[in-house]
């Protein structure tokens, strides 16, 4: 099973731009859909964004649409999630997760998780 550890979180302002990272071990990370998912205080997890094994395939929530962009670079091991013009809302937990099967968007599908990295968006 394939352990993951998420780095890039952050204090930011609004209309700034973060990378976060997920570091893949354990596991050949290409056969993994990969995904994060995020958690603000008091609400559930929340699906972000999806990328299949090869990298050939993404999804978004509808709400990130157009700032987030998910990539990953499976010779290093790594996915990333590119933020751009971040907003308030968009403060939570950040999590990495992955699945041996691309397309699905709940958190229940997803096998192998990370322990999260905080970002947080000042008005």
């Known amino acids: 099973q394939v352990q993951l550890v998420e780095s890039g979180g952050g204090l930011v302002q609004a209309g700034d731009s973060l990378r976060l990272s997920c570091a893949a071990s354990?596991?050949?990370?290409?056969?993994?859909?990969m995904a994060w998912f995020r958690q603000a205080p008091g609400k559930e997890r929340q699906f972000v964004a999806t990328?299949?094994?090869?990298?050939?395939?993404?999804q978004y929530a509808d709400s990130v649409k157009g700032r987030f962009t998910i990539s990953r670079d499976n010779a290093k091991n790594t996915v990333y999630l590119q933020i751009d013009n971040l907003k308030p809302e968009d403060t939570a937990v950040y999590y990495c997760?992955?699945?041996?099967?691309?397309?699905?968007?709940?958190?229940?599908?997803?096998?192998?998780w990370g322990q999260g990295t905080q970002v947080t968006v000042s008005s």
């Open positions: 990328i299949s094994g090869s990298g050939d395939s993404t």
């Open positions: 997760a992955a699945s041996i099967a691309y397309g699905f968007l709940s958190p229940g599908t997803f096998s192998s």
């Open positions: 354990g596991d050949i990370l290409s056969l993994y859909a």
